[in-house]
C-alpha cells in the first residue's frame, strides 16, 4: 500500500542550528513529493516539490529537501532556524497520474530562543 | 496572481442544523478544487474533489455532500449536523490539466463546531 510516514510526531531545534523534518514514504513507480507549512490556525503554505532532475529541491523560506530514492525519503532541512520556523509540517506525494495527495500526519516543528 | 477564499473562518453550529461553507478563487480558470477537513489540527482527511463544474468526487461516505455551481465556486453543506462533525475545513485549488507537476494551493480554512 502506498503511504507516507513522518517519524517524529515534534521536533524540538534551538534558533541558529539547523533542522530537519523527516519524511519517508512507500510507493511503488516513481512519486512525487512535496512539503507544507501551517501556521496556527491558518490554511496549508505550499513549500518545495520534487518531481524530476536535481535531488535537492530549495524551496520558500530558505527551506529544501533532498529526494533519496534508495532510501526513499525526502527530509526537509534548513541551515539554521528561526523561532518563526515554528510549525506544524507536512511532506505528501502523489504517485503516476492520482490526482490524490497522500498526507503524512505532520510533524511540530519548535524553535527555541 | 490567484487567491482563494473561504467563509465563514468560524462557525459555531448546533447538532441537526444545516452546514454550508463556500469557497471561491480567482485569477484562474477551471480549476480542480478540493475539500479536505483535518481533525485535532494534524491529519488532512480529503473529503471531495471536483475537476470540473457539477463534477464531483466523493472520499468518504459520510454526512457531508460538496457541489460546484460554478467554474471557482466550491460548496460544502450537510442537512444536519453532527458532533463528529466539528473540525477545521480546508479548501484548495490546483491547476486543472497539470498533470503530475500539479500543486495544491490552500486556503485560509473554515473552523467548524459543532455542539
Known amino acids: 500500500a502506498q503511504s507516507v510516514a513522518q517519524p517524529e510526531d515534534q521536533v524540538n531545534v534551538a534558533e541558529g542550528n539547523p533542522l530537519t523534518v523527516k519524511c519517508t514514504y512507500s510507493v511503488s513507480g516513481n512519486p512525487y513529493l512535496f512539503w507544507y507549512v501551517q501556521y496556527p490556525n491558518r490554511g496549508l503554505q505550499f513549500l518545495l516539490k520534487?518531481?524530476?532532475?536535481d535531488n535537492l529541491v530549495k524551496g520558500s523560506y530558505g527551506f529544501e529537501a533532498e529526494f533519496n530514492k534508495s532510501q526513499t525519503s525526502f527530509h526537509l532541512k534548513k541551515p539554521s532556524a528561526l523561532v518563526s520556523d515554528s510549525a506544524l509540517y507536512f511532506c505528501a506525494f502523489r504517485a503516476g497520474n492520482n490526482r490524490k495527495l497522500i498526507w503524512g500526519l505532520g510533524t511540530s516543528l519548535a524553535v527555541n530562543p | 496572481s490567484q487567491t482563494i477564499h473561504q467563509w465563514p473562518a468560524t462557525l459555531v453550529q448546533p447538532v441537526g442544523s444545516p452546514l454550508s461553507l463556500e469557497c471561491t478563487v480567482e485569477?484562474?480558470?477551471?480549476?480542480?478544487l478540493y475539500w479536505y477537513r483535518q481533525a485535532a489540527g494534524r491529519g488532512l482527511q480529503l473529503l471531495f474533489y471536483?475537476?470540473?463544474?457539477?463534477?464531483i468526487s466523493s472520499e468518504v461516505p459520510q454526512n457531508l455532500s460538496a457541489s460546484r455551481p460554478q467554474d471557482r465556486q466550491f460548496i460544502l453543506s450537510s442537512k444536519k449536523l453532527l458532533l463528529s462533525d466539528s473540525g477545521f475545513y480546508l479548501c484548495a485549488w490546483s491547476l486543472g490539466a497539470s498533470g503530475v507537476e500539479e500543486t495544491q494551493y490552500f486556503g485560509p480554512g473554515t473552523r467548524l463546531l459543532v455542539l
Open positions: 471536483s475537476v470540473g463544474i457539477g463534477q
Open positions: 520534487y518531481i524530476t532532475g
Open positions: 485569477g484562474t480558470s477551471n480549476p480542480n
